[in-house]
């Protein structure tokens, strides 16, 4: 029988100190799977070239070209835990947004606008969260509660995503769903330090963990974090990725080797990686 092979979209970075990927690898390779490191940042390749050759892909970090690639590798019918389709609409914050509202889940009232200073009538139900439509990590993310704040927010091509801002009680909750395992960690936003990336595990709320499912049913994963924010007791989904880092959470090289050796088998016999959109 032949070894499962397992392929990793990665950037140039994956092996810094603070990601879980090359501990991930080498419990992958200990347990007898092939692990492929695609670099797509690191040489040209011939396009006719790039063909299904892994019984499972993982996309581990989002760029333009990764992603690319691995709607390519989808076009042909690849497994990929985190799957295009899927990928790219939680890459649009206006997408997102509209999804998880029509799930059920509970979100800030979103607003989407051509120009910034077509948001101006929404201040008067208070402040804004402003962030970039494609955004990530927290990059460009700023409160505004005036119009002179709004003005200053660049104007460019892109559309522009706004959230009603609800004061946060504490550090956000961050929910990491790795198959049927849910894990909980509190972060500040931003975070800052290694220290401040790492946060603190905490047990979610039964209230929490179904929220957290019912993001994955909404989208028909399960492998991706939500970040919530908590404000006068009540949640709050502000964001949801499916390349989750799994930062913080304990033992997590191990959690996340054993989610992939599984789905690879899974998928090497055919079967779907994930039957969470049967309970949407």
Not at 238 to 251: A, F, K, L, R
């Amino acid at each position: 029988m032949m070894p499962l092979r397992i392929g990793f979209l990665v950037s140039s970075r994956y092996a810094q100190s603070t990601s879980h990927v090359p501990a991930v690898m080498r419990a992958l390779a200990e347990a007898g799977v092939v692990v492929d490191v695609i670099h797509p940042v690191r040489r040209a390749l011939e396009l006719s070239q790039v063909r299904v050759a892994c019984d499972l892909y993982l996309l581990k970090k989002m760029s333009r070209l990764s992603l690319s690639l691995a709607g390519a590798l989808h076009a042909q019918g690849a497994a990929i835990v985190n799957p295009y389709p899927v990928t790219v609409a939680l890459r649009d914050k206006i997408v997102t947004a509209k999804v998880l509202e029509s799930a059920g889940v509970p979100t800030p009232a979103a607003y989407v606008a051509a120009h910034p200073h077509e948001l101006a009538p929404f201040l008067d139900g208070g402040p804004l969260v402003v962030k970039p439509y494609q955004g990530s990590d927290g990059v460009g993310v700023r409160v505004v509660r005036s119009l002179a704040e709004l003005a200053s927010v660049r104007d460019g091509r892109d559309p522009v995503f706004a959230q009603r801002y609800h004061q946060p009680a504490g550090r956000d909750r961050k929910i990491y769903v790795v198959g049927d395992q849910l894990f909980g960690v509190k972060k500040p936003f931003p975070a800052k330090t290694e220290a401040e990336q790492r946060g603190e595990p905490f047990t979610p709320s039964p209230e929490l963990c179904d929220i957290a499912r019912r993001c994955g049913w909404a989208f028909g994963i399960d492998f991706y974090s939500v970040d919530i924010i908590e404000s006068e007791g009540k949640p709050y989904v502000v964001d949801m990725c499916s390349i989750p880092g799994c930062g913080g959470v304990p033992n997590a090289p191990r959690h996340l080797a054993s989610y992939l050796l599984a789905a690879a088998e899974r998928a090497a016999r055919g079967e779907r990686l994930s039957l969470v959109g049967a309970h949407a």
